[in-house]
């Protein structure tokens, strides 16, 4: 397990990944910069510290995690979204990041 800083669009989560979540955190490989977005949902258990930057704050722990509903919504040949949402801030309720889970279909 490897202690990375994940950007979100409001701020940032400190999480352990494995070594294959690391790889797919990165969306450009010369850049030395890893995004939540690029993972899909992201343990709890693994968040260790987050910050948000509307309310200027950093936390210990995971975020909370607002679940949207389960759309089963066709994006790709093959693909389907069967989760949204997103990372949200302990105090003021602010998107840190979102995350999407998808399913090859049948």
């Given at each position: 397990m490897t202690t990375i800083e994940l950007q979100g669009?409001?701020?940032w989560v400190s999480a352990e990944l494995t070594d294959e979540e690391v790889s797919k955190s990165?969306?450009?490989p010369?850049?030395?910069k890893h995004f939540l977005a690029s993972l899909e949902k992201l343990?709890?258990?693994k968040m260790l510290k987050h910050f948000c930057?509307?309310?200027d704050s950093e936390f210990d722990g995971p975020t909370k995690i607002q679940?949207?509903?389960?759309?089963n919504e066709p994006v790709a040949n093959g693909l389907?979204?069967?989760?949204?949402?997103?990372y949200t801030c302990h105090k003021?309720?602010?998107?840190i990041g979102e995350y999407r889970v998808f399913s090859q279909s049948q």
């Open positions: 669009s409001g701020g990165k969306l450009v010369n850049i030395d343990d709890l258990e930057k509307t309310c679940i949207e509903e389960k759309p389907i979204l069967i989760e949204r949402g997103q003021c309720n602010s998107i």
